[in-house]
């Protein structure tokens, strides 16, 4: 296999990484972020803390009422995971058409949040799973809800010598799990979103009993779009129901111009992709 050496400092705990860090360095993961912008933001890579082995960090901890993918595991680690499969087919959806085959080997759940783009294909499906961070320094433990751990564009509530060491996904019981994830970019693979949105459902004898809708890449957070889910719950699927979810979508966003898109292609498309996604929910067998 191809490989590129990095001489970064190899961390094989998170106490080991912890300590490294704060002897000024820099959390390493899979690098497919850090490693493009290193020279640009003046980091040199010995300043570089390698996560990428912490086999603590390694793990997707499964227990009844939640799954932790762990802040090291890779997007494929997740992707190719029966419970996530069954469960959280938005992360899968996403995942399958998160960059290619070689970066979605390299790049973590992790990264892609503390990285914090709007465009962030794999947080915007944590999103729509209400997730929530686990996150550690020396000072102790804590957790926050990825919504409000992002802050805006690359600003997140990461302190200084703090890693993230685990992603808490809540499990819905009593019902079938659904999901989809629609991206729209300017090519059909490797592409940056322009506006892209993630379903995840819980459906009972035919009915939505809990759906989580965020929309990435049109504001400089990801939304999660609570009035859509509100008229969805409780309500069969059918092209009405799409159609009207598509068109308070695009009521709800405030869409920005930027060098991808502009606002009014944005707000256009994201009740199209809503419509869409709600339309084309689907499980994995
Ligand atoms: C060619 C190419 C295509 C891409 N395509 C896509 C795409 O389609 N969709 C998409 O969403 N992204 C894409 N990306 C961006 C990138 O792959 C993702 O953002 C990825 O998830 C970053 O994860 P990483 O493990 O590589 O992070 P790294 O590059 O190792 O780190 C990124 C940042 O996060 C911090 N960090 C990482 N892990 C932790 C942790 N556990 N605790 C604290 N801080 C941490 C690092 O210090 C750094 O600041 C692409 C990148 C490239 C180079």
């Not at 990095?6 to 704060?22: D, G, H, R, T």
Request: charged residues 25%.
């Amino acid at each position: 296999m191809f490989q590129i050496h990095i001489p970064a400092v190899k961390a094989f705990s998170v106490k080991e990484a912890l300590k490294l860090i704060e002897e000024n360095g820099k959390v390493l993961n899979g690098g497919t972020d850090i490693l493009v912008i290193a020279k640009e933001i003046g980091i040199s890579a010995e300043k570089l803390v390698d996560i990428s082995g912490i086999e603590e960090l390694k793990q997707i901890e499964v227990s009844a009422k939640k799954i932790v993918i762990g802040g090291a595991v890779t997007i494929d680690e997740a992707k190719n995971n029966p419970i996530i499969r069954s469960e959280f087919p938005a992360l899968v959806f996403a995942a399958e058409q998160f960059a290619s085959p070689q970066i979605r080997n390299r790049a973590t759940w992790a990264g892609n949040i503390a990285n914090a783009s709007p465009a962030g294909d794999g947080m915007t499906a944590l999103y729509a799973y209400d997730a929530v961070i686990q996150l550690r320094s020396k000072n102790g433990r804590r957790e926050i809800p990825l919504t409000e751990f992002v802050k805006g564009v690359r600003k997140t509530e990461l302190c200084e010598g703090e890693i993230i060491t685990g992603i808490i996904l809540p499990r819905g019981h009593g019902g079938e799990h659904f999901g989809s994830f629609i991206k729209v970019g300017q090519r059909k693979t490797l592409a940056i979103s322009k506006v892209m949105v993630a379903v995840s459902a819980l459906i009972k004898a035919g009915k939505i009993k809990k759906i989580g809708i965020a929309l990435g890449a049109v504001a400089p957070v990801i939304l999660r779009l609570t009035e859509v889910e509100q008229f969805l719950t409780g309500k069969k699927i059918d092209r009405d129901e799409a159609v009207r979810a598509g068109e308070l979508a695009r009521q709800a966003v405030k869409a920005i111009d930027d060098i991808r898109s502009t606002a009014d292609y944005r707000k256009k498309v994201a009740g199209v992709i809503v419509e869409r996604a709600i339309l084309g929910l689907k499980s994995i067998e």
